[in-house]
């Protein structure tokens, strides 16, 4: 019989903002129906781990959820791989099955994130300014939430911006 397997990570998708501890989900199986989870630093050591039951059981794709914990998260604005993969029961290395891989963007204490359209005028300064009332955020921390930001000093009249928010 030619069954075969695969996973399908729908959230978080690639250059996501997550915090400390965010969910992971989306379709697949693994052996006996179970999904691993890792979470990988810039260096490639692994920070996080998960698992998580497929609806589909044994041998058959269905959905799956989990939350992952970060103990010790790298920095505000750190470039972290989610890999997500079936299960690997046997002796040989790991990750599993199926590997699928997530670049995201780690802010351990991230409350959430607004959207801000760049006007005219505006520096990322100033924006850092008219986030105030939503909680904390930095130059910094806006440039590694938005890959379009080449140069902090140059940004563009209609641009949509994540402004990464912490309490």
């Not at 069954?3 to 990570?9: A, H, P, Y």
């Not at 490639?44 to 609806?55: C, E, H, L, N, R």
């Not at 670049?103 to 520096?123: A, N, S």
């Not at 939503?134 to 140059?154: E, L």
């Amino acid at each position: 019989m030619g069954i075969l397997s695969d996973i399908r990570v729908r959230e978080p998708a690639r250059d996501d903002l997550v915090g400390r501890q965010f969910t992971v989900a989306g379709i697949g199986t693994g052996f006996e129906g179970t999904i691993g989870m890792g979470l990988l630093n810039r260096a490639g050591k692994v920070i996080a781990t998960g698992f998580a039951t497929s609806t589909g059981g044994m041998a058959l794709i269905g959905e799956f959820s989990a939350v992952l914990k970060v103990k010790n998260p790298p920095r505000a604005g750190t470039t972290v791989k989610l890999q997500v993969f079936g299960d690997n029961p046997g002796p040989g290395p790991g990750p599993g099955s199926d590997l699928r891989e997530v670049e995201l963007v780690m802010f351990p204490d991230l409350m959430g994130f607004l959207l801000y359209r760049v006007e005219k005028g505006d520096t990322l300064t100033g924006i850092v300014r008219k986030a105030r009332g939503f909680g904390k955020t930095t130059v910094a921390q806006i440039v590694a939430a938005n890959s379009q930001i080449k140069d902090p000093d140059v940004i563009q009249t209609g641009w949509k911006l994540r402004i990464p928010i912490s309490s």
